[in-house]
């Protein structure tokens, strides 16, 4: 459940952030830009609660 969690809020903050970035620069929104924004997140935020942060919490 976690892991879809971590999905959902990874689409949406990567769509906002890519929403407001587009429209700033007066670009059209780019789709599957923000879906690989939110894919590489998504993954950055996998490794390091499960492998980076919990290797260092049971010091």
């Given at each position: 459940m976690r892991y879809l969690m971590t999905?959902?809020?990874a689409?949406?903050?990567?769509?906002t952030l890519s929403y407001v970035l587009?429209?700033?620069a007066g670009e059209p929104f780019p789709v599957t830009d923000t879906l690989v924004l939110s894919a590489i997140v998504s993954i950055v935020i996998f490794v390091l609660g499960d492998g980076v942060l919990k290797v260092n919490s049971e010091n």
């Amino acid at each position: 459940m976690r892991y879809l969690m971590t999905i959902i809020w990874a689409v949406l903050i990567s769509s906002t952030l890519s929403y407001v970035l587009s429209s700033m620069a007066g670009e059209p929104f780019p789709v599957t830009d923000t879906l690989v924004l939110s894919a590489i997140v998504s993954i950055v935020i996998f490794v390091l609660g499960d492998g980076v942060l919990k290797v260092n919490s049971e010091n």
